[in-house]
């Protein structure tokens, strides 16, 4: 948060540490507002977590692959990559690191889904959504909760 004081902006305020925001891309701030990193794109979510022990920042984008979380080292190269399973799409607003796991949100269309004799149509899609761990170091689908 900056605070503004009589037109000025009051540095000393601030709390230590980086600001993160995604405003065209990934961007790192200091307590001085002047940028740290910055990775162009259209990100999403960028947060600092702890991946099997070690601080990273992790970030989504929607590439040729469909939503990516990307998962980066202390030195900013990529540690971590993950795609949703086959058949699902995974959403770009929340990850949550837990040791070497990731928990997501994700979600798929069900098609000719058969509905309830006096429904308003007999047949439809419908959206399903779950949430997913999965394992970031093979990326694989370790659970899927879904409705």
Known sequence: MVIHTEGQTSYGKLQPGYFLMTDGGALML??????????????EDLKQQSFDGH?????????????????????????ATLVAEKGWDLDLHEAVVTGHD???????????????RGA?????????VA?????????????????
Do not use: C, M, N
Not at 33 to 41: E, T, Y
Not at 106 to 114: P, Q, T, W, Y
């Open 102 to 116: 990731v928990w997501v949100l994700a979600d798929r269309i069900l098609s000719h889904v058969k509905f309830p």
């Open 131 to 147: 949430v997913q761990e999965y394992d970031l170091r093979t990326g694989g689908l370790l659970h899927s909760w879904d409705a």
């Open 120 to 128: 308003a149509v007999s047949r439809g899609e419908v959206l399903d």
């Open 30 to 43: 200091d307590t001085h507002l002047q940028p740290v990193w910055f990775k162009p794109g259209s990100d």
């Open 55 to 79: 601080p990273v920042l992790t970030w989504w984008e929607d590439d040729s692959r469909g939503p990516t979380l990307y998962v980066v080292d202390e030195h900013y190269r990529v540690v």
